[in-house]
T-cell receptor
Framework: AQTVTQSQPEMSVQEAETVTLSCTYDTSESDYYLFWYKQPPSRQMILVIRQEAYKQQNATENRFSVNFQKAAKSFSLKISDSQLGDAAMYFCAYRSPSTGTASKLTFGTGTRLQVTL | DTAVSQTPKYLVTQMGNDKSIKCEQNLGHDTMYWYKQDSKKFLKIMFSYNNKELIINETVPNRFSPKSPDKAHLNLHINSLELGDSAVYFC????????????FGPGTRLLVL
């Protein structure tokens, strides 16, 4: 079974600075999908970024980018020019490309990000 | 024009009661999911339906019964509520049941007293 590990329960960053959130995963599959979701205090789960394992290029969405290291099974999220609105829980998630029972998302335990002035 | 909506947003009830949470998506997606987020914020899949057919049923007590009247709706009925059922329940949907991105509803916070 796949597992996702987020080793940083909490992180803090100053406004306008850059922060990196770590995520590692365990899988025997060669093709899969990885996601970062953000959960602000409103509880809404918001997709931040998505990476297909077959793509060598790291995904980027505005101030958010990932460092995907397939051999190391690492998928870190970099937030540049941090803003107060970035304060939230961040969840890393894994999904098999298979259909049926494998289509579920497996989540890490989350990293709480604080943004300070 | 909310994409995935859940009702109610908050639910406070006594142990032993039966309650339902409703989920609707207007994205035209084929697959819907229920996830449970416990007090430590850990999210875990409970059920998934594809075109009204159950495709994922994790180890969940049979007091939990999902029902999908059509592919735009997936409701969760819980019988004989227990203290441990207190959690936030998220509905989600995706285009298919492959690797498509899942979109989440706002969550329903259930508190069992």
């Amino acid at each position: 079974a796949q597992t996702v590990t987020q080793s940083q329960p909490e992180m803090s960053v100053q406004e306008a600075e850059t922060v990196t959130l770590s995520c590692t995963y365990d899988t025997s599959e060669s093709d899969y999908y990885l996601f970062w979701y953000k959960q602000p205090p409103s509880r809404q789960m918001i997709l931040v970024i998505r990476q297909e394992a077959y793509k060598q290029q790291n995904a980027t969405e505005n101030r958010f980018s990932v460092n995907f290291q397939k051999a190391a099974k690492s998928f870190s999220l970099k937030i540049s020019d941090s803003q107060l609105g970035d304060a939230a829980m961040y969840f890393c998630a894994y999904r098999s490309p298979s259909t049926g029972t494998a289509s579920k998302l497996t989540f890490g335990t989350g990293t709480r990000l604080q943004v300070t002035l | 024009d909310t994409a995935v909506s859940q009702t109610p947003k908050y639910l406070v009830t006594q142990m032993g009661n039966d309650k339902s949470i409703k989920c609707e998506q207007n994205l035209g997606h084929d697959t819907m999911y229920w996830y449970k987020q416990d007090s430590k914020k850990f999210l875990k899949i409970m059920f998934s339906y594809n075109n009204k057919e159950l495709i994922i049923n994790e180890t969940v007590p049979n007091r939990f019964s999902p029902k999908s009247p059509d592919k735009a709706h997936l409701n969760l009925h819980i019988n004989s509520l227990e203290l441990g059922d207190s959690a936030v329940y998220f509905c989600a949907s995706s285009q298919g049941n492959g690797a498509e991105t899942q979109y989440f509803g706002p969550g329903t916070r259930l508190l069992v007293l």
